[in-house]
């Protein structure tokens, strides 16, 4: 098994044992360095935490990789050292550099790495520390707004930083084939060769693009080619695997997945809050863990979105002059909710049942179990709030029940809203699901 599955099973394994804040601080920067025989050498971010994890966890780390390795091992910790190993003479040729392109707002330092992204995460810090050795080329994939190019210029800009002298090339598919083609026109391949052939490190984003042009992806070829001879460190991103891009030349898939692949996946709900509260820090705002979770349940997807939609809760709370409570928060996502769709009470129906699994039997009949009476309760809300139906003609959908019965509910939850935060953040996932 290689370095990188074999840290990600391990994580996974120790995760529960540890709990998930002692795993955030100890083991997710920490990466698995080498393995040999029965040494396992992990990396980790500071003495503090190699201190720790020896003292507290040497023993849980290594049963735990006996169990997966199904062998005795010795664990050996290291403090990651930042220098650069020497490189060949030729290679501090004095190029201009090119990092002035690379936007510094994206860094390793405020990546926040969680399930979704850790094993992505850690193949970065393996490049930054071995560009072009580790791992070349680097393929990250993943859906919109997953952070494929934070992280990417993440590794350009740690690059940049521990080698200055490197010529680091980032650039759009775009870009590179706009490149080609005036190249061609202007009779001046040479200087496009120069260009992107002299890179140490070349980042290009969102090479789906390339799909299709098949004169771009000739040149890239030859520049892949020579960069890989030379071990220049190249990382690209995708939205989608490489047999997947469709018009892609064989040979470029072959050459993209010699390399080592990982994907990005939709962050799951604790990187979203963690997500979240790193972005509010950025602001110079500081919101309660509550009303981060709030927002963070009110989209499971684009981080970009999330971001957005933080910026602008932000705005609009201080545009008003309210604090930023749950209170004042959980009426502006059900707003924006409300402002953007058309809902049908049928699809609310059952979008409750689905949620709380229960089938609409259950939702409109006569029980009055707990479990059915808040899911009852949130619909009767719900109804009312968003779709603006009468409280008699929701009494009639939901089994034939008195309009009083209706009221009742509906402000239960209303109550509920500014005391009960389970619920809030029910409400407000169970309304997002109704409308995607
Ligand atoms: P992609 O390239 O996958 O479409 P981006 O890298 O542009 O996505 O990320 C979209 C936004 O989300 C950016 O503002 C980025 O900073 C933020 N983002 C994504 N993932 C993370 C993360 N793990 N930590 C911090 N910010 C993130
Ligand atoms: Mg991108």
Redesign the pocket.
Known sequence: MDNLRLWHKFLEAIKPAVGPANFKTYFIKTILKSQSNSTITLNTPSAFIKENLKQKYQTLIENTFEKLLEKKVKIEFMVKEVELEAAPEEFFQPIQTQTSALNPK?TLE?????LS?NLAFAAAQAVVQNPGVSYNPLFIY??????????MLGIGNALAKKAPHFKIIYCSSEKFMNDYVAAIQNHRMGDLRTKYRAAHVLLI?DIQFFSGREGTQEEFFHTFNELSSRNSQMVL?SDRPPNEIAKLEDRLKSRFQGGLMLD?QF?DFD?RVA?LR??CSEQGENLSEESLKLIASSMESN??EL?GKLIQLLQALKHKNLPSTPENIAPFLTQQIKKNIKLDHKKILDTVCAFFNLSLKDLTGPKRQKELVLPRHMAMYILCEDLNMTVEKIGQLLGGRDHTTVMHGRDRIKQLINSDREVQRLLIEVRQKAIS
């Open positions: 994206y405020n990546f926040v790495v969680g992204n993943g859906g919109t707004g997953v952070g494929k190019t934070h992280l984003d991103t990005i962050p990187t997500i790193a972005k981080i970009r971001e």
